[in-house]
């Protein structure tokens, strides 16, 4: 099953690109036709356009938040806390349940330059433990770099996203583009059937013969 439906998927594909190119031999092919035919095939060139445009974008951005990252980076440095306080649980006032634990620590950096302050620690800290902790060139609190990982997945979001709205632009035109030659080809459909209904069906004979008869 799954290799008869790439069979006539192929197939498909096959007929719509020999339409849009004109090479198609088929003489009940109609213009309406070829010009759906075209629409596909520039939806389908608009879409790996749009595919390439997106990963440009992701790679861009990853390339920016890593020069950024590394910028930042240089002026952080890991250095160690002692913890003053046993981890306190903070709670939240609309529950009343536990969210974090939170110690007073110190630590010193630049060397010589002693800090203090509040940490997030597990509930489990003591006071007395030594903790690890991200501090700027001022020895100011701050948080970790971004992982690669991280900045990986940013830029994934930011491709996709961009691809997305490509995607629906290119979708909306061909669905305006499909429908217009549709109706076109409904309008054709009705003017031929107009001409040909009257002798399909014999009215055009009897009429002829309902005139012959009133003039005889």
């Known amino acids: 099953m799954p290799s008869t439906r790439r069979t006539r998927l192929t197939q498909a594909v096959g007929r719509h690109l020999r339409r849009a190119l004109g090479t198609e031999r088929n003489e009940l092919t109609r213009p309406v036709d070829r010009a759906r035919s075209r629409a ?5 060139l608009a879409l790996g356009l749009a595919t390439l445009v997106g990963a440009a974008s992701a790679w861009a951005d990853f390339g920016s938040a890593e020069r ?6 240089s002026h952080l440095h890991r250095t160690d806390a002692v913890l003053l306080t046993p981890a306190l ?5 609309d529950h009343g349940t536990a ?4 110690a007073t620590a110190t630590w010193i950096y630049p060397p010589g ?7 997030e620690v597990s509930r ?3 006071s007395g433990s030594t903790v690890k902790l ?15 990982t991280e900045l990986i997945a940013s830029a994934v979001c930011l491709g996709l996203l961009v691809l997305g709205l490509l995607s629906a632009l290119v979708a909306s035109g061909l669905g305006l583009r499909l429908g217009s030659l549709n109706r076109r080809a409904c309008t054709a459909w009705q003017r031929s059937w107009a ?10 004979s009897r009429r002829r013969g309902n005139n012959d008869s009133r003039r005889g």
């Open 89 to 93: 649980a903070t709670t939240d006032a």
């Open 134 to 148: 991200w501090v700027k060139d001022t020895g100011r609190l701050s948080t970790a770099p971004p992982r690669t």
């Open 195 to 204: 001409e040909v209904e009257p002798v399909w069906t014999g009215r055009t």
């Open 40 to 44: 596909l095939l520039l939806a389908a």
């Open 99 to 102: 969210v974090r634990y939170q």
């Open 124 to 126: 489990h800290a003591t």
């Open 113 to 119: 330059r002693r800090h203090t302050g509040t940490l």
């Open 68 to 73: 950024d990252a590394a910028a930042a980076a």
